[in-house]
């Protein structure tokens, strides 16, 4: 690199990011690095500080280059990444130690940087546009910077910066104190141009996001919700932390999936939506803004209607607001749809969604990743599964069940560490669900055969898993809890040979059985091949149980897809009897029932949750279903398909009565002996039970009964065996497997024997047959279809047990006819082989079958064709409605079946049958339509398109439905014509498709065929015309019932019609029906617009020639239910307010159905306009002239009475619902409600945390957004002509008042009325629409609305007009939803892609509107002036504060053109009125508004406008007095704005508060200087309360004195009233004296009575000499009285005062200064040190009180000095003179009303000097302010230092214990002259350390030291001060000497002798100055006391600490006196 080498511009700005640190300090470049240090321009950089300091991450901007190739610098902005910056531990008031955290702003500065260290990322150009041209000039070789116009040059270097006039913010390379660049305007002394700025960008782009938008998305929220954690984690708050730390890794995942690119694309469907689901809920627990995605692609959704729109991310701009909505109550949604199922759009067809998976994704469709990565996604999604079929079924039901879903829970086990059973034993575990709270089990029972060592005795490898299926959501709101039960299978009794742990995992140990014991194996049976082992019982053992807390969880939507490992404890029951209720014991922890066992531990097991179709699930996991057994539900689930085949049987063995005693039952048969006697035994019996399932053959059915899913089924049963129990309880449920064709024949067969515990085993395993007591004694048996027709019925049944000791000798014959159960009548003998015992078992039966049924009745209807009378038939039909819901819903098919065959039949030749069987059909439809069974309608739906087979049905059909309509009042016919209504749709699509099979059997008979169609067409029309008869019926009120059924179910029955009448004659039948109900009123017309709503929804809607038709008739009809509210229409005079209110409530509830209607049909028609294959319709825009209606209405919504109502409306159905129904599409509907989004998070540092949920009125948002979306959807060209053609029809009043009413409604939106200020989606849309129509409307101001000015005289200006059309843009330029550039990274880039920065197109609007209505260019150029000014503007001036918002702006267009505004509003109104003062005092407000209220406005703002404001002026040919006079109110300005962002810039926290109320009252100075009175009020009051928050009560009295000094004692001039204040207009005497009230009262509780006491002599003088108020002079003479009494008996704590000096590094205005603090109360100087330094935390403390080195003082270090101080009160003041003054009174003039302070140090020589040596150092401090004062500080103005030397140092100390001797002495002389009794407890002590002080210190010491030969030596220029030392001691010596005599006469007789011990010690430590004294040389005791004024008994002696020990001179033994020595 040479010298010649020079920095030159760039044609672009290069974007980068920081890829490698660099410090300045230490610059280490990589390894690879082509730019070093030493390449440097010498000459230009000569230090590093202007090199960058970056880290990692941050961005760069370059738009300058140094070097050549090799060796590349750059010069640009650095963008450092937001830190968070922890400061050190800080104490709060509670004690509680907290840590500070603060969000720093990102920084930006200007600095070089090597080319090495950063990624170049992309060329930007910059914000001017002038850098290409810069860069073009350098390559022609001419000068880059030309001086002829303003161009930009290199930026200059700090100390090159030198701007002409104001005060320039000025950041310094390398910064970190500020959070932007600050760049010099262009002005007139300097022709050049700052750095080139780039244009602003959104951001976070990468390549991958071309294609996956989401990512970058994700990545956005990633980076600013990173930089919050620090936050977060600073404050303390772990539970954000925690959430936010959960959704930041979960969205990291799911970015790391889209970016892999292996997953299909469905689940990269499912992916993005559960990553835009997870991006709002992160944003809303947070506090930050709701952004709407396209759930399915994951981009910003586009509105946008153009010939570029991208239709992966397209949606309508109604569908995105209800998104939006959904989104902002995302934890409130149940569907997992963001559109609610409330909304008018949900379900409506979207035309774009057909191509919105890339082409990428669908490749991956069969990716072999599919299993593992669906698992991965369940780390994070809560995504629905989708139900399919895997069995072949007609696509409808395929359809239909993807719609149903259920909860699944899949079960392992995982580890069985129990050993219930020996070597060649197995134990059977059964696993079921049970509902606690309806006591019942809801699936079957899952079974695992374990062998001894605890895995599956079948095959070792398998795993034990299972899915228990079709739980619907009704199950999951109870307690479901996992129950196990174990059942021992081997010996009677347990062998001890298994003793110990078996803890096996399942599928991990290889145990396998040999033949012989596998076969021996079954699970409570035998096999299907017969063979039985009979050498083993099956044995209760144990049971665990587990509550499902995930379910539960699951339901709430808080979890899904997470596995989760449990543990189950094993108890076994305490008695073994309880078995079958043990689980019921263990969840109410009846610990009574139940114990440990040795044997058994626990259970592992590991639950999944599951939602979906249990198909679907078992698909979309194959890895983890696929082979598992499906456990299905007891019973049906919520709805049954065609197709489905469920043909179950479950029998519990519940209990048996076996006792010998027991009498039997009541019936025919003759009991005999029982069980114990057949078995030969006295003993009770050990029954064990054996079931089959036989034939009526006597055959027995093979593998029949299945005791549960997981093993094979078994051809007998067996169940537990309970040892010596007569009367057992088993609970054991099976599940009987019968084929359909042969379970009517089939019966259970039981079998008892009584199993005796030894057992003799035959050779090859099987038993002795000889053995007779194992021998079943007994058997019963139970027929499944008792009367051969219908089933079993569900419930209990009692066997009749028979005799079976001759069971092979009974023919199966015999006891088939024989009595089964208990109370069952019997026609026919019993035979004599059937012997009846008195022994009963009791069985239950449920039957779940979709194939047979327990009614008879509905078994009748099934087989009418049985019934051979007629009239059977006829009472079937009628008995019908006594069938149970759920029986009729489980036969739909075959019910439809029977009736439609009864229609068909020859029963019903005549008709006879019609009505019965229309109204059994119309009994089963209403069971469907039932909401409860509304699951079961795609049944329907699919048997009527499949099943349906009766052409014949629709005429009769049809003619019974109009013998209904032709008398609707009749009390027999109106019943059945409502509920036939209710249905009405589900009629229709049976008459339809009856028709249509009767078509099909009318092929080749064309003429026919055609004849029948036109007939069959005529009679439908007659039907609906007689409907039509019955709508327009408005005379009977008893009609209004079944009208308003009518209205509700017309629009179901057009898709019907359809297949009939062609879509523009179904328009024709609509507007009939439609005119026929024009006069309907109340509700009806609710109903009424909700039919409309259907219309619109419906099929009609997408035909162009029906669309056209519709859309003009339904906006017809809506029309008159828009506008505002009119009383006189909807009310009487007389109604009460309650009538009234319902008037107004049904008017809001209309205004919003018809809000829904339109926004409907504005969504269809968007779709219809950006479809490619539909085409739009022209007239489709014709509604767009309604929107002054609509204005209408969302104004009178706005209204207080609306706003009322609409909180206070709840409808029935919405009854504490906090969700936000938008654009509801049905009824009732909730009026309002409270969005969660509206309300500020209390988690950011920056929102307050008292702020309510905000009402939100949903009728304002979805008018809001009718009214937007209308506007945004035509062009520009159609909005421009509406407006034309609107003021030729209306004229310019009219157009005046729509204008207006557009203004306010766009106000309302821009304060957030209508939408939260969270909703950014719609926000942005809002405000990019309302400046899209204010082109056209300026267009029309413009054109129209300006009278000529040359000949007016003002009158014809619409001033209110332009007013409100400028205060609009005005408000929609200025706000915060367009800031961009302060916006957080995520809202930035979201704003930016959806309207850009469109400021700038926005001022441009406002210049040109304000400049019109001014004089004429060449006017305003005469004047010299720069821009148009005068004319109509002088009338808009009061326009300046929202002007001045936008001066302020950071937008350079925005700024400057506003900026032009205010100079031509100064200018206008100074040659107006002379003067501009209106303006100056609307400016001073604002800004002070906008810079401390809003928190608005920087630095650098402050320099533009200024700096720019002053240009205008200086570059005019104004008058001069004016400029002269701008310029000074421009600086004021800026000294005012400088005040101003010194007291906002101070950081939050206790420790500032000084530097606060510092600069508050610089500030407060500064204002009151310029005479603004009510802003120094405020400031005043705002200081008042900071004292208030720390508790400086007597500062906040001091400040409020401040306001009262404003007012004079006047009582005739008035001040105006402070709301906020809560003080009213009154008097200045008044307002001075409740001000000094509030004084008092503050100075009372700081405990400054005496500064009180003042202020009520004020007040007293002045209703002593004003007022002559004597009733408030007394009350303020009492309180003062109170206060004096204070001040003389409470005790006080001075704060103490501490001196601090700060050296080195610190802000300008404390380095190098001294202050005097005072501390808080009780506060010593280690807390005070702690606190300074945590408002300091780089500073270091000084140890040394001396003075510092000029090393420290101009160290880059901060270093602070701090040290107790001692006030120095004035001694010459009276208080001090006067002997008789309280000591607290004293005290407090000792610490207040000083400003002088003082602090000691010892100086030695060496550290070897003695006392003789040391001096002493005292220095005095004078402070500016005498404490107490407003601020608790005050700077040291001068300091004095004063040596003492260890002699002088003793006169004086000599001298202050003589005064203090001196004082006593006169106290007590006083009080001797009278008659009280006297305590001399302070003489005495004082007199004791007088005649006998300590060996350090003391009179005695200093006569022993300095008067001695030896010092005279030694310092022998001290003659003089041993002199003076003499002489004081002498003078002491006297006045010990009266204070003695003094004592003597004063004290009692128990103290004489004391007083005798102080008198020899005086004689003897004094004896020289006695003598040298001529004092007499006696004892001091002459005078005796007296009796009178001492009696005996008064005089208390003084404390035992007083009593002090005497020591002589030369330490003698120590005396103790004491009252004894009397």
């Not at 300090?25 to 960058?52: E, K, V």
């Not at 006879?912 to 229309?918: A, G, I, Q, S, T």
């Not at 000792?1790 to 040391?1814: M, Y």
Request: net charge negative; charged share 20%.
């Amino acid at each position: 690199m040479t010298s010649t080498q020079q920095w030159h511009p760039l044609e672009h700005i290069i974007y980068g990011f920081a890829i490698h640190p660099l410090a300045q300090s230490s610059f280490a470049p990589p390894p690879a690095n082509d730019g070093s240090l030493r390449d440097l321009p010498q000459n230009t950089h000569p230090a590093l500080d202007f090199i960058a300091k970056l880290d990692a991450g941050d961005e760069v901007y370059a738009f300058e280059q140094y070097g050549d190739v090799n060796n590349v610098w750059y010069r640009g902005y650095v963008v450092s990444s937001t830190r968070s910056s922890f400061s050190q531990a800080q104490h709060d008031p509670s004690g509680q130690t907290s840590l500070l955290a603060t969000l720093d702003e990102p920084q930006v500065f200007v600095a070089i940087f090597p080319r090495s260290h950063i990624h170049v990322r992309d060329e930007l150009p910059d914000a001017e546009g002038t850098l290409a041209q810069v860069y073009a000039r350098v390559k022609l070789g001419q000068d880059p910077y030309g001086r002829e116009k303003h161009t930009m040059e290199t930026l200059r270097e700090e100390d090159e910066l030198d701007h002409a006039r104001g005060r320039q913010p000025r950041i310094p390379n390398g910064s970190t104190e500020t959070s932007a660049v600050t760049i010099a305007p262009p002005s007139s002394s300097a022709e050049k141009l700052g750095p080139p700025r780039p244009s602003i960008k959104s951001g976070d782009d990468t390549a991958s996001g071309q294609t996956q938008p989401l990512v970058d998305e994700i990545a956005s929220a990633l980076r600013e919700w990173h930089s919050l954690l620090f936050v977060y984690l600073s404050k303390r708050d772990y539970k954000l932390f925690t959430t936010v730390k959960e959704h930041l890794e979960a969205l990291h995942f799911g970015r790391r999936q889209l970016l892999s690119e292996t997953l299909s694309a469905d689940e990269t469907v499912k992916l993005r939506k559960a990553c835009v689901t997870r991006l709002v809920r992160g944003n809303m627990v947070q506090g930050l803004d709701i952004i709407v995605r396209h759930p399915t692609w994951g981009g910003l959704v586009t509105v946008d209607v153009d010939n570029s729109l991208d239709v992966r991310s397209w949606m309508s701009a109604v569908r995105m607001y209800a998104m939006q909505v959904s989104l902002a109550h995302i934890d409130d949604l149940g569907d997992s749809s963001l559109i609610p199922r409330s909304c008018a759009l949900y379900g409506l067809k979207d035309h774009l969604t057909k191509s919105e998976t890339p082409a990428r994704e669908k490749s991956h469709v069969s990716s072999p990743s599919f299993a593992s990565s669906k698992l991965s996604l369940s780390r994070f999604q809560n995504v629905s599964s989708t139900r399919t079929q895997t069995t072949p079924s007609p696509s409808t039901t395929t359809n239909t069940r993807t719609s149903v879903a259920f909860y699944h829970v899949f079960l392992e086990l995982r580890a069985f560490v129990a050993t219930p059973c020996a070597p060649g034993e197995t134990a059977e575990v059964y696993f079921s669900l049970y509902s606690k709270t309806s006591g019942r089990f809801l699936t079957e029972e899952f079974c695992a055969i374990l062998n001894h060592n605890g895995v599956l005795a079948r095959d070792s490898m398998t795993k034990i898993r299972t899915l228990f299926t079709d739980l619907g959501h009704q199950d999951i709101q109870d307690t479901i809890y996992l129950v196990c039960s174990i059942v021992r299978s081997g010996g009677m009794k347990m062998s001890a040979a298994g003793s110990g742990f078996s803890s096996m995992r399942s599928g991990s140990v290889d145990v396998r059985l040999g033949p012989d014991e596998m076969d021996s194996i079954f699970i409570g049976g035998s096999p299907s091949n017969g063979r039985d082992s009979t050498n083993s019982v099956r044995r209760p053992f144990g049971c665990a149980v587990m509550e499902l807390r995930q379910l539960t969880k699951v339901a709430a939507g808080q979890e899904m897809g997470l596995t989760r490992e449990y543990s189950m404890p094993i108890f076994v029951p305490a008695n073994e009897a309880s078995f079958s209720t043990l689980h019921q014991d263990l969840i109410a922890s009846n610990t009574s029932s139940f114990e440990k066992s040795p044997r058994a531990d626990t259970i592992a097991v590991t639950v999944k949750v599951f939602h979906g179709d249990a198909q679907t699930v078992v698909k979309e996991n194959p890895s983890l279903l696929q082979d598992a057994p499906i456990t299905a539900r007891l019973g049906f689930p919520d709805v049954v398909f065609p197709g489905d085949v469920r043909n179950e049987v479950y029998i519990k063995l519940w209990s048996g009565d076996f006792n010998p005693s027991n009498s039997g039952s009541s019936g025919p048969v003759r009991l005999r002996k029982g069980v114990a006697a057949l078995a030969g035994s006295s003993n009770p019996a050990n029954v064990e039970v054996c079931c089959e399932v036989r034939r009526q053959s006597g055959q027995v059915v093979e593998a029949a009964i299945a005791l549960g899913t997981g093993e094979p089924p078994v051809t007998r049963f067996r169940s537990m065996v309970f040892q010596r129990n007569d009367t057992p309880t088993y609970g054991e449920l099976v599940k009987l497997i019968i084929p359909a064709n042969i379970m009517q024949e089939c019966h259970l067969f039981f079998t008892f024997r009584n199993r005796s515990s030894k057992e003799r085993p035959t050779t090859g395993g099987r038993t002795d047959s000889s053995n007779t007591a194992d021998r079943p004694f007994a058997f019963g048996y139970l027929p499944l279809f008792p009367e051969r027709q219908a089933f079993l019925e569900d419930g209990s049944h009692t066997l009749i047990l028979y005799k079976a000791d001759k069971l092979s000798a009974i023919p199966i014959n015999e006891y088939i006819n024989a009595p089964a159960v208990v109370g069952q009548s019997d026609s026919h003998t019993v035979s004599r082989n059937l012997v009846p015992l008195r022994d009963s078992f009791t069985v239950r039966s449920f039957l779940c079958s979709t194939q047979f049924t327990a009614n008879g009745v509905l078994v009748d209807l099934l087989n009418w064709e049985r019934l051979q009378d007629k009239a059977d038939l006829i009472a079937a039909l009628k008995k019908l409605t006594f069938i149970g819901e759920m029986e009729i819903v489980k036969f739909l098919r075959d019910i439809f079946d029977s009736l439609f065959a009864i229609l068909g039949s020859s029963h019903n030749q005549d008709g006879e049958m019609d009505d019965l069987v229309f109204n059994a059909l119309v009994m089963v439809l209403g069971i469907v339509q039932d909401r409860r069974f509304n699951n079961f309608q795609p049944v329907l739906d699919v048997y009527i398109e499949k099943h349906f087979n009766c052409a014949s049905a629709s005429y009769h059909m049809l003619h019974s439905m109009n013998r209904l309509l032709g008398n609707p009042t009749d009390q027999h016919t109106a019943s059945p014509l409502r509920a036939a209504i209710k249905v009405w749709h589900y009629i229709f699509k049976f008459i339809i498709r009856a028709r249509e099979l009767q078509k099909q059997r009318e092929v080749g008979i064309n003429t026919t065929s055609e004849h029948l169609d036109a007939s069959f067409k005529r009679e439908i029309q007659a039907h609906l015309n007689e409907v039509n008869k019955l709508m327009s019926e408005s005379s009977d009120p008893a009609l209004v019932g079944t009208q308003t059924l009518a209205l509700q179910h017309f629009a179901s029955i057009l898709s019907e019609l359809s297949d009939i009448f062609k879509p523009v004659e179904l328009v024709s039948t609509v507007t009939a029906f439609a005119t026929a109900i024009g006069h309907v009123k109340g509700k009806m017309v609710i109903w009424k617009l909700m039919m409309y709503l259907q219309l619109v929804r419906g099929f009609l809607f997408d035909n162009a020639q029906s669309r056209a038709l519709l859309l003009e008739a339904v906006v017809g009809w809506i029309k008159p239910h828009f506008g505002a509210y009119d009383e006189y229409m909807h009310i009487q005079m007389d109604d009460t307010e309650a009538v009234r209110d319902a008037s107004r409530t049904q008017w809001l509830e209309t205004t919003r159905i018809c809000i829904s209607v339109i926004a409907v049909m504005v969504d269809r028609l968007l779709y219809c306009f950006v479809d490619p294959i539909i085409a739009g319709n022209p007239r489709a825009w014709r509604q767009e002239q309604e929107n002054v209606e609509i204005l209408d209405s969302y104004r009178e919504q706005q209204s207080p009475v609306m706003t009322r109502l609409a909180a206070q409306h709840r409808s029935s159905a919405s009854m504490g619902s906090s969700t936000h129904v938008v654009l509801p599409g049905s009824y009732p509907f909730p009026l309002a409600s409270v969005t969660t989004s509206s309300v500020p998070s209390p988690r950011l540092p920056s929102t307050p945390t008292s702020e309510k949920p905000k009402p939100v009125q949903i009728g304002l948002s979805d008018t809001a957004m009718v009214i937007l979306v209308l506007i945004l959807s035509a062009s520009n060209k159609n909005l421009a002509n509406f407006l034309e053609s609107y003021i030729d029809i209306e004229g310019k009043e009219n157009t005046a008042r729509l204008l207006l009413s557009f203004f306010q409604v766009a106000t309302s939106i821009l304060n957030n009325e209508a939408f939260p200020d969270k909703w950014l989606n719609v926000n942005i849309l809002s405000h990019r629409v309302m400046l899209k129509i204010f082109d056209p409307i300026a267009f029309i101001l413009l054109r129209d609305f300006i009278p000529h000015q040359e000949h007016s005289s003002g009158d014809g200006f619409n001033v209110r007009l332009w007013r409100d059309a400028l205060s609009t843009l005005l408000k929609l330029l200025s706000s915060d939803q367009l800031v961009i550039e302060e916006f957080s990274p995520q809202k930035r880039r979201a704003v930016w892609r959806l309207a850009n920065d469109v400021r700038g197109e926005g001022a441009a609007i406002l210049l040109r509107l304000w400049e019109a209505i001014g004089w004429s260019q060449a006017e305003s150029a005469q004047a010299g002036a720069l821009t148009r000014y005068g004319g109509y503007q002088v009338t808009l001036v009061s326009l300046v504060e929202q002007v001045l918002n936008l001066c302020l702006s950071h937008h350079d267009q925005l700024r400057s053109n506003a900026v032009q505004i205010l100079y031509s509003m100064i200018v206008s109104e100074y040659h107006q009125h002379g003067s501009f003062s209106q303006i100056e005092t609307e400016l001073i407000n604002k800004l002070d508004k906008l810079f401390m209220s809003d928190i608005r406005g920087d630095d650098i703002s402050r320099a533009f406008f200024v700096n720019q404001l002053r240009t205008l002026f200086d570059s005019s040919s104004l008058d001069d007095k004016l400029k002269e006079r701008v310029g000074e109110f421009l600086d004021l300005v800026d000294l005012f704005l400088e005040l101003l962002l010194s007291v906002r810039e101070l950081p939050d926290g206790e420790e500032y508060q000084d530097d606060r109320v510092i600069a508050t009252l610089r500030l407060m100075n500064f204002i009151r200087r310029i005479g603004r009175d009510e802003m120094y009020i405020k400031y005043v009051h705002q200081l008042v309360n900071m004292h208030l928050q720390g508790h400086n009560y007597v500062e906040a009295a001091l400040t409020l004195k401040l306001h009262a000094d404003l007012h004079e004692w006047d009582l005739n001039s008035f001040v105006d009233p402070m709301p906020e204040l809560d003080l009213p207009r009154q008097s200045q005497f008044v307002r001075k004296e409740t001000l000094c009230l509030l004084i008092l009262d503050y100075l009372g509780k700081g405990k400054a009575w005496e500064s009180a006491v003042e202020i009520c002599k004020e007040l007293a003088f002045q209703h002593s000499e004003m007022t002559f108020n004597y009733q408030r002079l007394s009350e303020i003479l009492v309180h003062q009285a109170m206060l004096l009494e204070h001040i003389v008996t409470d005790q006080r704590y001075y704060s103490e005062y501490f001196r601090v000096a700060f050296y080195g590094n610190f802000p300008a205005a404390i380095r190098g200064k001294q202050f005097i603090y005072r501390g808080y109360e009780w506060e010593k100087l280690g807390a005070f040190c702690e606190r300074m330094l945590n408002k300091h935390p780089e500073a270091r403390l000084l140890k040394s009180a001396g003075e510092p080195s000029d090393e420290i003082r101009n160290s880059p270090y901060q270093y602070i000095q701090c040290m107790s101080v001692t006030p120095e009160p004035d001694r010459s003041l009276s208080i001090f003179a006067n002997p008789d003054v309280p000591e607290s009174v004293r005290k407090y003039y000792e610490h207040s009303a000083i400003n002088l302070f003082s602090s000691t140090r010892q100086v030695a020589p060496n550290s070897q000097a003695g006392f003789c040596d040391t001096w002493i150092e005292k220095t005095f401090y004078t402070t500016e302010e005498t404490f107490p004062t407003v601020l608790r500080r005050s700077e040291i103005v001068s300091s004095q230092v004063v040596e003492t030397s260890p002699i002088e140092n003793a006169i004086n100390d000599v001298e202050t214990r003589t005064r203090e001797l001196h004082m006593l002495e006169l106290k007590y002389k006083t009080l001797a002259q009278t008659e009280r009794v006297v305590s001399t407890n302070p003489l005495t002590a004082a007199l004791n350390n007088a005649v006998d002080s300590p060996d350090d210190s003391g009179v005695l010491l200093y006569r022993q030291a300095f008067l001695s030969p030896d010092y005279l030596t030694e310092h022998p220029d001290q003659v003089d001060a041993m002199h003076k030392l003499s002489v004081v001691i002498e003078d002491h010596v006297r006045v010990v000497r009266r204070c003695l005599a003094l004592h003597g006469s004063l004290c009692s007789s128990e103290m004489r002798t004391f007083h005798g011990v102080l008198d020899r010690f005086f004689q003897k430590n004094f004896a020289g100055e006695i003598d040298k004294l001529n004092m007499v040389d006696e004892p001091i005791d002459e005078a005796p006391s007296s009796p009178v004024r001492n009696p005996a008994g008064l005089y208390t002696p003084p404390p035992r600490e007083w009593v002090s020990t005497i020591h002589s001179p030369r330490k003698p033994p120590r005396l103790i006196a004491t009252n004894d020595d009397a």
